[in-house]
């Protein structure tokens, strides 16, 4: 099993739906989980972290799941700027390494 | 959050030529950076991690030799491209690791990267 896994997507959605997605780890021991939203030909930037008692912030709502170690990424009221690859990251065990998914691409349909 | 600078943003070089990369955190001191690579449309791969004052640790598949990192202060981390080729054509991102009081945890900050080509 791959230390982090995402659906690569593309998830093709209209504008104004909600969608999600799903990111599961292989370390129980993982400590921090973050979204990172990632534009062509740009850096990944921080989203959001995700906590265990869940984390909101505007439109997007963070969870995660210990027990069965995935965390999720929700999206209401899409907007055509949200298009873009959605990145989930976990902590290592051994250092502060993080460990990236693939990411998730998602485009915003008009 | 916290701020991490790249520079060169674009590079292109002929084969054979060495490309020095630099990575600076501009408001806080990291000792450890880490070094991605991300191929057109592909996923962001761990390279090194660079800690200050000591050695790298590669990743497996990664020659050390090739890709050399320096990381002589507190701000700044160095990766050379040694000998380059049209394979070694990617995006190079470098990110620290910071404490981010929104967050409430470590979290890693990205640089803007650089484009590098190989011709």
């Known amino acids: 099993r791959k230390e982090v896994e995402q659906d690569p997507g593309p998830f093709n959605v209209p504008e104004g739906a909600t969608v999600a997605f799903n990111c599961t780890y292989s370390?129980?021991?993982?400590?921090?989980f973050f979204w990172y939203r990632q534009d062509c030909r740009k850096e990944p930037k921080l989203l959001m972290s995700?906590?265990?008692s869940g984390n909101e912030d505007g439109r997007f709502t963070a969870q995660l799941n210990r027990a069965s170690q995935y965390i999720s990424l929700l999206i209401r009221d899409s907007k055509l700027s949200d298009s873009a690859t959605y990145l989930c990251?976990?902590?290592?065990?051994?250092?502060?390494?993080?460990?990236f998914g693939k990411g998730t691409r998602l485009h915003i349909l008009p | 959050g916290a701020v991490v600078s790249q520079h060169p943003s674009w590079v292109i070089c002929k084969s054979g030529t060495s490309v020095k990369i630099e990575c600076r955190s501009l408001?806080?001191?990291?000792?450890?950076m880490f070094w991605y690579r991300q191929f057109p449309k592909q996923s962001l791969m761990l390279m090194a991690t660079?800690?200050?004052?000591?050695?790298?640790?590669?990743e497996q598949g990664v020659e050390k030799d090739k890709f050399l990192i320096n990381h002589a202060s507190l701000t700044l981390s160095t990766l050379t491209v040694t000998s380059a080729h049209p394979e070694d054509s990617s995006f190079y991102i470098c990110?620290?690791?910071?404490?981010?009081?929104?967050?409430?945890?470590?979290?890693?900050?990205f640089g803007p990267g650089t484009r590098l080509t190989v011709l």
């Open positions: 990110s620290a690791s910071a404490l981010s009081l929104r967050e409430g945890t470590d979290t890693q900050y």
């Open positions: 370390n129980s021991a993982s400590q921090s």
């Open positions: 995700v906590y265990s």
């Open positions: 990251a976990v902590n290592g065990y051994k250092d502060d390494k993080i460990i």
């Open positions: 408001d806080f001191q990291a000792t450890t």
């Open positions: 660079s800690n200050e004052g000591s050695k790298a640790t590669y």
